[in-house]
């Protein structure tokens, strides 16, 4: 299985910077790469997919890029409600497997 | 936009069977693609499986030999069950939907609780 590799684990940051998180596979998944915003007591909500396309309702702060095996998204600058665990996830092949997560925390 | 809405006991008993339906919205059972996804307390979320529109399935290699995931076309809901089941099988379960067969996970449902201990 592919595994995710995220990093920082945890990225402290103050409201209005621009946070950069990594992901990287441990073998090429393509463009399938997806990035996922958790906020604690919700579901994930799908951010970015096909490793640089925004999901519908997403804001234009949320950017995303890479291929193969190194993915990066980036948050231009963070609101209140940004600070939340981000995961990264590949749908290139079976079995699907996500990072372990980035917490962005003030 | 699919709405999802997981339901089912929030305890289970040691080597019992953890059963969860979930109820969409907003679209047929007969179109898009439906998965179970789980999150253990404190970790990442962990992929369990797809059901295709046509009923065909793909498991996670790891649960394989203790999940079933099946469709009700009538009710427009589609089912998790997981066999033989121990304290690690605690998590949120989720399910979720896909617009094309190898896609990302688009819509969630809320979660649903799942505890295992006698």
């Known amino acids: 299985e592919i595994v995710m590799t995220q990093s920082p684990a945890t990225l402290s940051v103050s409201p209005g910077d621009r946070a950069t998180l990594s992901c990287r596979a441990s073998?090429?998944?393509?463009?399938?790469l997806a990035w996922y915003q958790q906020r604690p007591g919700q579901a994930p909500r799908l951010l970015i997919y096909g490793a640089s396309t925004r999901a519908t309702g997403i804001p234009a702060r949320f950017s995303g890029s890479g291929s193969g095996t190194e993915f990066i998204i980036t948050i231009s600058s963070l609101q209140s409600e940004d600070f939340a665990v981000y995961y990264c996830?590949?749908?290139?092949?079976?079995?699907?497997?996500f990072g372990q997560g980035t917490k962005v925390e003030i | 936009q699919v709405q999802l809405q997981e339901s089912g006991p929030g305890l289970v008993k040691p080597s019992e069977t953890l059963s969860l339906t979930c109820a969409v919205s907003?679209?047929?059972?007969?179109?898009?693609?439906w998965i179970w996804i789980r999150q253990p307390p404190g970790k990442g979320p962990e992929w369990i499986g797809n059901i295709f529109y046509n009923g065909r399935t793909k498991y996670n290699p790891s649960l394989q030999s203790r999940v079933t995931m099946s469709l009700d076309p009538s009710s427009n809901h589609f089912s998790l069950h997981l066999r033989s089941v121990t304290a690690a099988d605690t998590a949120v379960y989720y399910c979720?939907?896909?617009?094309?067969?190898?896609?990302?996970?688009?819509?969630w449902g809320q979660g649903s609780l799942v505890i295992v201990s006698s």
């Open positions: 073998q090429s998944v393509s463009s399938n």
């Open positions: 996830q590949q749908y290139n092949n079976w079995p699907r497997t």
């Open positions: 907003g679209a047929s059972i007969n179109s898009y693609f």
């Open positions: 979720a939907s896909s617009t094309w067969e190898d896609g990302p996970f688009g819509d």
